[in-house]
């Protein structure tokens, strides 16, 4: 009876330590699936920056994660910075406009067509009534203070989610070849002959991925500050790590460079207004239709629906790095899928 009963045993035991592991890490589990997918990604770098090291791991390990820091880390905690120190600001500025009576809409709005005239004089009605003003104010201004401030709590929690991922990347790279022999001992006896197809798969899909959403982030935000800068707009570097961020989400830029735009109008320098739409259309957002085929092409290319979904459902699940694990693990799960279907085929 008791070795009847042995293998339901085994099967039990083992499930409850995974169940334990897994309660034990989930507080961790988002940087340690970022860290997984910067390792995979950057593995071949890796590998070559080993070699020049003499095959010292921890010094190699060492440099990739100052590199990652130097990145990611440093760029995404100057901006959280500026941010929480210039929210309260904005807002004692419009705060004290709205008091003062100063405030006025632009000039160019009632030139916008259909809708221009409309604006202007529900603007001028609104501003020029200090009841109604106070009243719209009081339900508006509190509210964009508060969204300011959790996008930099987000950001802030994103900082520490990136560090923590740094880490333990360093510890990835460092014992990553024991790991990946051990790995594939186990997914030999787990799936057996396709255990090959299945690693090189997720691994391609991975690299894929994180090499489409990062270099096409990294090459909006580098031409979107070239325009900003040609243009004259202000705060050059953290409109561009925004822009980075917001290369993320399908249709994102535009509300960078389109916002750039609107303060160009706002200050009477149409010209260089007209030009920012322009290079922001043609030039900033063309580059996700052209960097980022290229770089994807060897990885699983994801439908718009599911680039969509894994963004937004990354974020809800894992906060800010999700916007790289949820895409990443839906076109695991779909490179997974097409093998599969593949194979049974």
Known sequence: MQQRFQPYTRLAATVLLVIGCLTVLRPFLAAILF????TISSWPLYLRLLSRCRERRALAAAVMSVGLTLLIIVPLALVTWNIADNASDVYDQIKAGLGSGTLAPPAWLKDIPVIGEAAD?????LLGSREELLSVAKNLLEPARRLLLGGGMVLGSGVAQVSLAVFVSFFLYRDGQAMLA??????EKLIGAQAVAVADTVSRTVRGVMYGLLG??????GVAAIGFLIAGVPAVAMLSVATFLLSL???GPPLIWGGAAIWLFN???????VFMLVWGMFI???VDNVVKPML????SSLPFILVLLGVMGGVLAFGFVGLFIGPTLLAVGLGLLRNWTGAAA
């Open 296 to 299: 994807i092409s060897r990885g």
């Open 182 to 187: 051990a790995l594939a001992v186990g997914m």
């Open 284 to 286: 900033i957002s063309g």
């Open 35 to 38: 860290a997984a997918a910067i």
């Open 249 to 251: 989400i399908p249709v």
């Open 216 to 221: 096409t982030a990294l090459a909006q935000a």
């Open 267 to 273: 200050e009477g320098r149409t010209g260089w207004g």
């Open 121 to 125: 004089t529900y603007l001028h009605k």
